[in-house]
């Protein structure tokens, strides 16, 4: 499934959109899910579960930029970064200031991970 949207992303002609979150199970296991959200001709909206990662750690805002950066670096969706839909949750303010880094040190245009 995750080869078919990698390739289905690999098409796309506008940047793709993303949402993540993390959460615990009711065993007390905790997940990262990415989403991914793009539109493709003739100007159809899709969306798919990308990643759900059990997270081991601290769930930090450093460490879920990590695990998200890694994730599109394999799957070479990194240069496609459009913005993001998250909660308000400070440290996902964190994993935003921390994806812009990544994008910069990788060499892409300036991110303005928190727009006013």
């Known amino acids: 499934m995750r080869a078919e949207v990698t390739a289905k992303l690999h098409q796309v002609v506008v940047k793709i959109h993303f949402s993540f979150d993390m959460w615990s199970s009711p065993n007390h296991h905790t997940y990262q899910a990415i989403v991914v959200h793009w539109l493709d001709p003739p100007i159809k909206l ?4 990308f990643s759900l990662y059990r997270f081991h ?5 450093f460490n879920q930029a990590v695990y998200f950066w890694t ?6 969706i990194h240069h496609l ?15 935003l200031c921390e994806i812009a880094k990544h994008l910069t040190h990788a060499g892409y245009a300036s991110f303005d991970p928190i727009p006013d």
């Open 71 to 76: 994730t599109l670096k394999q799957y070479q």
């Open 57 to 61: 750690g601290i769930h930090s805002g």
């Open 81 to 95: 970064i459009g913005k993001f839909n998250v909660d308000n949750t400070t440290n996902n303010n964190t994993t």
């Open 46 to 49: 899709h969306l798919a579960l």
